[in-house]
């Protein structure tokens, strides 16, 4: 069953269009990668499900139901939660703060201990963390906090925008590792990278978005042999 | 919330005893009607203010309208409605309060109607979009309040002897008014409303995102500012036996500003200790070197926010205490 469906989205910012068209879906308890260059459209087509900027045309549709026209924190609400590119910390929070703010919505506030218990099993080091403020953590550290808090908010569907940007190899690999186990727990991705590899590996799915337009879909291991995938992006 | 609980953290211990203070001045008359009712006014304002600047971030620069309205609003009902100026000395002075309570109301609707485009603005734009409400509203009132009644001559309006209230009366409005000020700041600083507002105020994007309805939030604290101000403006108003067009002066906004700064931004204490040693100070210099205060006094403030960006209870509260950090002490 389709968990979230974008149909025929057309947006952008001011007068300039970003997305022309654009269709994706995304099916309950796996990984979908959405694939491309910087400039592509993909924080755009994030920042379009979750309702930062309004869709010009065509429509968003979760759980069979359009919410085009809700505004963002309706949708957090209803469990579409963003792990946003750059973290987006609040940089004078403690940890145990942004766990708390994470969990802001009323139905994430039933399942707070549960979340709250995940989370610090997922990354031991919240908890001794847990009165630091996130400004004075390491880009890593700051990374898990972000993907922490999203967890939070106990998601249905988890959007993660380039998480692996600006990190380290050796974290962008446990980057991955904590998402092959959110997707053991059953937790739904949508996964924005830039690294091919990486979001492949990873992915059930793959979406490769070019120009505001979606230019190559398929299941993630055929996408990866694909001439497209090897010439443009692996370049091989 | 456990009453224990409540008080093992010193803000409200702190807020408690300085109603006291004040109360017990009042009642051994160690200082003058007049100087507690300006302090208290002082201390107010930068706390009505933090509720907005503080808490969500966005600096109110023309802030000082608030003042202006509801201390217009105020003099013309009692000016008018003899009802309401007879009952002013009536009841230990409460229904002072209440007229109060009323001119706040219309500068809560008036920031309501004002930040549903005005929110919408962020950073410098936010402060300047402020300023011109200020400006507007001081030239509708220069412009219809003369029409009014030509006693009214530049726009100031001299309440007559039936429309005072005895200086005890204005006290006891203007402590209940302090009172109820500074202890919503503390609760609206502990509750889930207030954890939303301080993230807006880091990162507005990231706190929509997980849920909180951050147009709301912002709307509902702009109005509540403007309520208290507004009803400081009121009582503030009555103290000087009437108004005039100075109630919109952006230097009432400045004041208020750097008693939140110098204190530090995003806490109650902050605010509250900051608007104490700037009055402590502006008072003593004022009264020492008359010709100078204002060049000395802006010195002082200069370095304090050189050395001290995060304000007093800033710089304290990465501290630690006897094993315990000072920032959880402290908000």
């Not at chain 2, 005893?17 to 100087?35: C, G, M, N, P, Q």
């Not at chain 2, 009952?87 to 309570?101: K, R, V």
């Not at chain 2, 400006?135 to 030509?150: G, R, S």
């Amino acid at each position: 069953m389709a968990l979230l469906e974008v149909k025929d989205l057309d947006t952008g910012y001011g007068e300039s269009q970003v997305l022309w068209g654009v269709n994706l879906r995304v099916d309950e308890g796996g990984v979908t990668l959405l694939l491309g260059s910087n400039g592509a459209g993909k924080t755009t087509t994030l920042r379009a499900i979750t309702g930062l900027i309004k869709p010009w045309r065509g429509e968003i549709r979760f759980m069979d139901r359009d919410i085009s026209t809700k505004p963002t924190h309706e949708r957090a609400g209803e469990g579409i939660i963003m792990v946003p590119e750059g973290r987006r910390l609040w940089p004078d929070m403690t940890v145990y703060e942004h766990l708390e703010m994470g969990a802001y919505t009323e139905r994430a506030r039933n399942r707070f201990e549960d979340n709250l218990d995940f989370v610090y099993q997922l990354f031991p080091v919240l908890r001794e963390r847990r009165d630091q403020l996130a400004g004075t953590m390491s880009g890593g550290e700051q990374q898990m906090l972000a993907i922490a808090r999203a967890i939070m908010g106990d998601p249905k569907i988890l959007l993660m925008d380039e998480p692996s940007l600006g990190l380290a190899p050796s974290i962008v690999i446990q980057v991955f590792n904590t998402i092959s186990q959110l997707k053991e727990r059953g937790i739904t991705i949508l996964l924005v990278e830039q690294n091919v590899h990486m979001g492949l590996s990873v992915a059930d799915y793959a979406y490769i978005i070019e120009n505001g337009r979606i230019v190559l879909e398929g299941p993630s291991d055929e996408v990866s042999q694909t001439d497209l995938i090897k010439k443009s992006y692996l370049g091989i | 919330m456990d009453i224990d609980e409540f008080f093992k953290r010193p803000t409200p211990l702190f807020i408690l005893i300085l109603l006291i203070v004040i109360l017990i001045a009042k009642l051994l008359r160690l200082e003058t009607t007049d100087y507690l009712i300006t302090i208290m006014f002082f201390i107010g304002i930068a706390m009505a203010l933090n509720i907005i600047m503080g808490f969500a971030g966005y600096v109110s620069f023309g802030h000082t309208v608030f003042l202006g309205i509801s201390g217009y609003v105020f003099a013309l009902l009692v000016y008018y409605n003899r009802d309401f100026a007879n009952l002013m000395n009536m009841y230990s002075g409460i229904p002072i309060f209440f007229i109060a309570l009323l001119a706040g109301g219309v500068s809560a609707l008036v920031a309501f109607l004002v930040g549903i485009p005005v929110l919408k603005l962020k950073g410098a734009f936010f402060a300047i979009a402020t300023i011109g409400l200020d400006f507007a509203a001081l030239y509708i009132i220069k412009a219809f309040i003369p029409i009014l009644n030509p006693e009214f001559f530049g726009a100031q309006i001299i309440l007559p002897a039936y429309a005072l209230a005895y200086k005890d009366n204005v006290f006891v409005a203007m402590y209940i008014t302090f009172a109820l000020i500074i202890i919503a700041n503390y609760l609206i600083r502990r509750s889930r409303f207030g954890m939303g507002l301080l993230a807006i105020s880091e990162d507005e994007d990231a706190a929509e995102a997980l849920g909180v309805p951050t147009t709301k939030y912002k709307l509902i604290s702009f109005a509540l500012s403007a309520f208290f101000t507004g009803m400081l403006g009121a009582v503030f108003g009555l103290n000087s036996g009437g108004v005039d067009e100075n109630l919109f002066n952006l230097a009432h906004t400045i004041d208020m500003i750097v008693m939140i700064v110098i204190g530090g931004i995003g806490t109650v204490m902050g605010p509250l200790v900051g608007s104490i040693i700037y009055f402590i100070l502006y008072d003593t210099l004022l009264v020492t070197y008359p010709e100078f205060n204002l060049v000395i006094l802006g010195f002082i403030v200069a370095v304090i926010v050189l050395f001290a960006p995060r304000g007093v209870v800033g710089i304290l509260r990465g501290k630690q205490f006897m094993g315990k950090k000072l920032r959880d002490i402290i908000e």
